[in-house]
């Protein structure tokens, strides 16, 4: 598509995404989908339910079961066949009352040919995401003009194969580069998850997160060290901690916020640290018991007091709502710590240079670390109720996307978040570009070298 073309593209997708925008009869009463949630020449739709029966489409993708990628997908669906991860499948079936007729949960990392689709074949790559969450990566020959949009492929009928990445929402990792599905292979175009697309947004790797906070956990109930004064060089010492002890009084707490979907891996490595069961509603069971983590369901109690970690809602995690919460109690729990992991928590440090170029990103972020140090306590905390704002979030940071960007060979992208503004994707725009003249002067086989092989 060229430029011409694909600013006029993004126009018509602007107005099929306002928010103003009431569906007309002459239209069906359905709204148009815009391009970018159909692949250019292929009956696929990706995360693209709210716009019903969409023309030409004859299979739907959802990559995980966070609500602002199934919107619309309801028990009445019956618009074609949806396709995604088995515990995916497990979650819309138990949430939304999806018919069991519509859903193909398919394998992970196994090649599958989609039917009714010309043979185009999917790969279900781990997101790093959610629970559930995949990347999808297509392979296949161009064979219909899809979807809303006015603008049509000039290569469908065309002997040329294309390859196409979509992301959903995806945490980028060294892994997804290493792939089997994806090595050594052009990707014609990829349509990326671009929620933290900004330099701002560098926040640490997520294994260092996860273990910064299930050492200061421990740390905390030990009655360990917590903080260091970098000026005098010495510990200082944390607040006094009460070690747990079961069916007692004057027990820690430990809250950890998330959503309905996500956030699991703090919580488990938190209790492991602690040796502690896992409580949260009924509810939240239920949905726990969806993704088939069996390391997960072994660790969860219906009895709150048999647990040291509890599982809440991310807007609990505040003094006052985590007081009220403490009181349910009667006095068990005398001390609260209040985890909120959330990737806008981080504050880049004033001065940062919010216009790098590529190499200074790549050479500047690479050898930070994130210890328990690194957490701090909010300001409103207490000497019962302490919260921690953590960095963490399950999208890709902008240096990761960075990495992910000048690791493997790709011929374009297109952006899937923040994409309603001509000036926010004006902006993604320009830093795409810059990763385009980065690997032209690196060369395409050129993999930014990991740290380890789950971060940079």
Known sequence: MSSFKENQ?????????????????????????????????????????????????????????????YTNLSSSWKSGPIYCSEVTANLIIYMLSVDKKWIRPLPMDTPTIIPDTGGVQVTLIEANHCPGSCLFLFEGHQTVNAGDSTFRSTFVGSSRMFRYLHCGDFRASPRHIMHPAMAGKKIDCVYLDTTYLNPRY????????????????????????????????????????????AGTKGRILVVVGTYSIGKERIVKAIANALDSKIYCDARKTALLRCEDDRELESMLTSRPLEATVHLVPLGTITTDRLKIYMDRFDGTFTRVIGFRPTGWTYTQPAGTDQLPSIASILARTSQKDFTYVDLHQSPKSTSSIQVYGVPYSEHSSFYELTCFAMSFNWLK???????????????MTKWVERWEGERRKRGTDILVTPRREDYW
């Open 9 to 69: 593209a993004w126009k018509e997708a602007s107005i099929a995404e306002d928010k103003t925008f009431r569906p007309v009869k002459a239209n069906g009463g359905r709204r148009k989908a815009p391009f970018y949630k159909v692949l250019t020449g292929m009956p696929i739709a990706v995360d693209a339910f709210r716009y019903g029966a969409i023309p030409g489409v004859t299979a739907y993708f959802l990559s995980h079961a966070h609500s602002d990628h």
């Open 202 to 245: 560098t926040f640490p790797p997520q294994p260092l997160v996860i273990s910064a906070c299930a050492e200061l956990s421990r740390r905390l109930f030990a009655g360990e060290p917590t903080t260091v004064n970098k000026t005098m060089k010495s510990w200082l010492p944390s607040l006094p901690s009460l070690k747990p002890t």
């Open 413 to 427: 992208v297109v952006a899937t978040v923040n994409v309603n503004s001509e000036s926010s994707r004006g902006k």
